[in-house]
C-alpha cells in the first residue's frame, strides 16, 4: 500500500526549514529537496531542484527532478472531489515571468513529471495548491510554497 508524501519525507528524515528564495548569487553543488503541504494539509509536494552554470546574469542551468504532487494527505480530505497541484515559477532569459503546472494529482491519487533540465531561468521557485478535478478551479489560498 502507498504511504502519504508526508510519511515518506518524514521517514527520510527531513525537516522543513524556512522558506527560502532561489534567486541565485552562486552555483548549487547538489540538488536540494523542497516540500510543503497545502495549508488544509489536503495536498502535498515534493521536488529535488539544482542549479548550476549561471552567466553574468544570474541566468542558470537547472535540473529538476523527482517533481511530484500527492493528494490525501490528510484522510479526512479523502474523497473530496479534489486534488493538488505543483506550479514552478521563473524568469527565463527570453524574458517576463512564467508559471508551469508541473503535476496534478487527482481525488487521492498521484501526480509525477518526469525529470528535466533547461538553462536561462531565474528565480525559480515552487508551490502546490488544492485543485478541483472537476472544473479545474485553484483553490488559491490554499497553496504554500515549497521550502527546504
Partial sequence: MFRSLRTRMADAGVV?????????????????????LTNNEAASALVRYHYDKCDKNGYCHISVQEAQVSDGSADKWRGDGWGGQLFMHYKPDSGGTFT?????????????????????????????????????LIAWSSCVRLHK
Fill in 100 to 136: 508551469e503546472v508541473l503535476a496534478t494529482a487527482v481525488d487521492d491519487g498521484w501526480g509525477f513529471r518526469p525529470n528535466f533540465e533547461r538553462t536561462g531561468y531565474k528565480d525559480v521557485w515552487f508551490d502546490v495548491c488544492n485543485h478541483e478535478d472537476s472544473t479545474d
Fill in 16 to 36: 522543513a526549514g524556512l522558506v527560502l528564495s532561489l534567486t541565485v548569487a552562486a552555483p548549487a553543488s547538489a540538488a536540494t529537496t523542497f516540500y510543503a
